[in-house]
């Protein structure tokens, strides 16, 4: 069963950091890409990085560009995404991504306070 699981979200003042956490079983990751998401209250989805690392090709959004950074573990099939100099407008429901498999986590939640 391919599986993605989230986890690392938390609440932080503005100018802190989170690292995320998306562990990946059911498939090798190493193979394919892997996205991460983000769903702020009353918006739509956005993709803000995307991670493939057979190629170490990466993405990013304009809104998080020099302030996160994707990176991954592959002997513990982990993606991650940490994210510094935290604001307001970050705080959102997280989530990772296979679109191979089309298969998302759970999401995890992000809360940055003013």
């Known amino acids: 069963e391919v599986q993605l699981v989230e986890s690392g979200g938390g609440s932080v003042q503005t100018g802190g950091s989170l690292r995320l956490s998306c562990v990946v079983s059911?498939?090798?990751?190493?193979?394919?890409?892997i996205g991460w998401y983000r769903q702020a209250p009353g918006k739509e989805r956005e993709e803000i990085s995307c991670?493939?690392?057979?190629?170490?090709?990466?993405w990013y959004d304009d809104s998080v560009k020099g302030r996160f950074t994707i990176d991954s573990d592959n002997a513990k099939n982990t993606v991650y995404l940490q994210m510094n100099s935290l604001k307001p407008e970050d705080t959102a429901v997280y989530y990772c991504?296979?679109?191979?498999?089309?298969?998302w986590g759970q999401g995890t939640q992000v809360t940055v306070s003013s």
């Open positions: 059911g498939f090798s990751f190493g193979d394919y890409a």
């Open positions: 991670f493939v690392t057979s190629t170490g090709s990466i």
């Open positions: 991504h296979s679109d191979y498999y089309n298969v």
